[in-house]
Antibody
């Protein structure tokens, strides 16, 4: 059974960089069949796709966030990571990592990140 | 960007009733549409993919239909555990891009 788990600071100061890591178990990121995504959900709101990465390192980001987003992969640790720079209170959200094989079939439980001084 | 509009925003029904949720795309997405269920404090769960295919383990009371720009998720007889928020998502021009709808909340009447 594939499992994904987000980890990282729950509180980030404005203008700093938000960093989260997703650890995948029960399957290999290097298998090549999947894309590995980050999705966020503002409090009480809908879902917003942030971007994805393939095991080879190729990535694509949502146009609305691409100037501030970097997603990277570490196949040796079976992890992928999200960096979001210059955060503001508007970046306060629950951040999910998810596996995508055409559609998002496995999700992490989500990590709440609050941006506040 | 393809915009998905879900209606209604809230659906108030009783257990045992039929729920019909709509998702309309701003341009054709063919059959490349999925439905997700999200309960409070939980991650979304894939229910339906490719407009009408049930994901693994999803009960038969959930069904999807539609193609092009108009899609429907039907829950034939609501169970207590079905009261949740439902999102549609398209992948017509993926990779790279994909989008989610704004969601429909199914609440107990």
């Amino acid at each position: 059974q594939v499992q994904l788990q987000e980890s990282g600071p729950g509180l980030v100061k404005p203008s700093q960089t938000l960093t989260l890591t997703c650890t995948v178990s029960g399957g290999s990121i290097s298998s090549g069949h999947y894309y590995w995504s980050w999705i966020r959900q503002h409090p009480g709101k809908g879902l917003e796709w942030i971007g994805y990465i393939y095991y080879s390192g190729s990535s694509y980001y949502s146009p609305s966030l691409e100037s501030r987003v970097t997603i990277s992969v570490d196949t040796s640790k079976n992890q992928f990571s999200l960096k979001l720079s210059s955060v503001t209170a508007a970046d306060t959200a629950v951040y999910y990592c998810a596996r995508q094989n055409s559609y998002f079939d496995y999700w992490g439980q989500g990590a709440l990140v609050t941006v506040s001084a | 960007e393809i915009v998905l509009t879900q209606s209604p925003a809230t659906l108030s029904l009783s257990p045992g009733e039929r729920a019909t949720l709509s998702c309309r795309a701003s341009q054709s997405v063919s059959h490349y549409l999925a439905w997700f269920q999200q309960k409070p404090g939980q991650a979304p769960r894939l229910l339906i993919y490719d407009a009408s295919r049930r994901a693994t383990g999803i009960p038969a009371r959930f069904s999807g239909s539609g193609s092009g720009t108009d899609f429907t998720l039907t829950i034939s007889s609501l169970e207590p555990e079905d009261f949740a928020v439902y999102y549609c998502q398209q992948r017509f021009n993926w990779p790279p891009a994909l989008t989610f709808g704004g969601g429909t909340k199914v609440e107990i009447k």
